[in-house]
């Protein structure tokens, strides 16, 4: 293949990883902005997810796409539900101190992960896409009588992949009516700007911290539910996204959506590039440093200043 | 005097369960003493300075590393080998503080987790020369430190014994002295010893390169004691130990650290008999000593026994 072609490939590829990666980082900068809690355990609320969803789709008969609308209900659900407990037994009674709580988010980490390595084991396993049908992508190319269309070998995507990014840029404008245009998420805001205040003209803070640590932890479910029959569920499959997710909430401004979102595109896209030119050790080596040094030199984000 | 006297009993102790130990928890009982002297250095930074570092393996493995690849590519003895093992941890201590300190609280922590993850990656990265992974071993021939085989198991364990006993004296002389109390009063309230006219970032940085000296000697240790070297000791997992360890036996507390270290190798030992999922003892550890027990084991003695207690 030529490099057109081939960036091409490589942009759709990054789509996806940008898709899924900006609704599990919206998850952690929802749970960040409101709550002021670092949740080290958001990626391990993703790898539940797809377990989940594996074990959903596996234990429903018929045609995969039953299973996997179950999932895409459920596991979201299951896991927003556990998030709302965890919050509610451990980082409450903490008070929500915010060097406490990332103590116990670790201790949290461990559990989940260790807890599914013994129920689940240390398998991967795939979860059937309800829909996969080929698509080629055409390719212009000048040749002796002008323009023509190709259809160069291996350039191609999947329904199944076009999906999920329509279904991720779906959910984050949800998430972006819900919090700009709708009662909840006017108290969540409320909440965010000034604790105190929100208590003092009667909002349920301590609800709305449960509620909102169990919609981030959902978030990364339904991000993982997506992305499970592209890549297998494994009980290890949390630190990725988490480094992921951290390196795009910080860089696109702690607690910012609009941020996020778009450094979630910007990470994923040239994720998906600088891999494919330079070793992904490499890449990550770099991500992980500029995000330290984004956070020594420029706390507020490169695209800080901006709240929502 | 009567806390040094005490903190000598230990030591007189565990030089005695020199004789009489078996085998097996002869070997734990070195094993232990190590990673100590590697929780004790992170407890000057995290339980004196209150400053909680998540990268702490970073100069651990700095230590283990330095030394290692000293041994292995510069065909090192093991003293300057150790030495330099010391000086790459104080170095990169060094280097990670004057960046770190810029920031606090939750920044800090997520500064050093991610320096500590690209310190990883980077032995990761380099795999041609630090083996990755894989790791390498450290041959016998190389690891008699004048004239003493530091593989045999007595030597091993008076060797340990040694390094534990030289950390826990000078951390115990380290926070009684002047310099000590000026970093639990930063502890307690920067503001207001800046005003008093201190140094603060002079303090912290002396802090964190005392710490990441004293993690990189132990890790150098670690290396030359027990001949391996790997990628493992300088994964995320080994930054939590010390935190957890010294979580357990008491922030803030000189004997806090071993106590906390002993008990989680034992919890984690026993535990990885019956299922391959032991850090699940680590993880349910973690959440409930930060709810039900912050002060630690040491840190309730102190508040119910022996309020002097340094």
Known sequence: MELGPYLVLATLEGAITAAVLALTAVGLSLVFGVMRVVNIAHGEFFMLGAVLAWWIAQSVAGHPAIGFALALIFAPLLVGALAVAADMTILKRLNYDPERTIVATIGLLYIIQQLTLMGYGPDARPVEAPFNTRLAIPWFERGAEGWQMIWPWGLGTTTYKLAVIGAAAMILCAVWALMTRSRIGLVMRATQADREMALAFGIPVERVYALVFGFGAALAALAAVLIVPIQQAHYLMGGDPLLLSFIVVIIGGLGSLPGTVLAAVLIGLSDGIISVFFSPTLAKIIATLLVALVLVFRPQGLFGGRRT | ????????????????????????????????????????????????????????????????????????????????????????????????????????????????????????????????????????????????????????????????????????????????????RVLVAIRENEDRVRMLGYDVFAHKLAAMMISGGMAALAGAAYGLLFGYVGATFASVQYSIFPLLWVLLGGAGTVLGPFIGTLFMFYLIDLGSDLTTAYMLIAGVALVLLTLFAPQGVMGEVRRRFWRELP
């Open chain 2, 1 to 180: 005097m009567r806390a040094y006297a005490i903190h000598a009993g230990l030591l007189a102790i565990l030089l005695a369960l020199h004789f009489t130990l078996p085998a097996y928890h002869h070997g734990n009982l070195a094993r232990v003493m190590v990673l100590a002297s590697y929780a004790m250095g992170y407890n000057l930074l995290f339980g004196y300075t209150g400053l909680l570092s998540l990268g702490h393996a970073l100069f651990f493995a700095a230590g283990m590393y330095g030394m290692g690849l000293g041994i292995q590519h510069l065909g090192l003895s093991p003293a300057p080998a150790l030495l330099l093992g010391l000086a790459s941890g104080a170095v990169v201590s060094g280097l990670l503080a004057a960046l770190a300190l810029r920031t606090s609280g939750v920044a800090f922590m997520i500064v050093t987790l991610m320096f500590a993850q690209a310190g990883y990656l980077t032995v990761l990265y380099f795999g041609e020369v630090t083996r990755g992974d894989e790791g390498f071993v450290i041959q016998q021939a190389q690891r008699v430190l004048w004239g003493v085989d530091l593989s045999a198991e007595g030597n091993r364990y008076i060797a340990a014994l040694l390094l534990f006993g030289t950390c826990l004296m000078v951390s115990l002389w380290l926070v009684r002295s002047a310099f000590g």
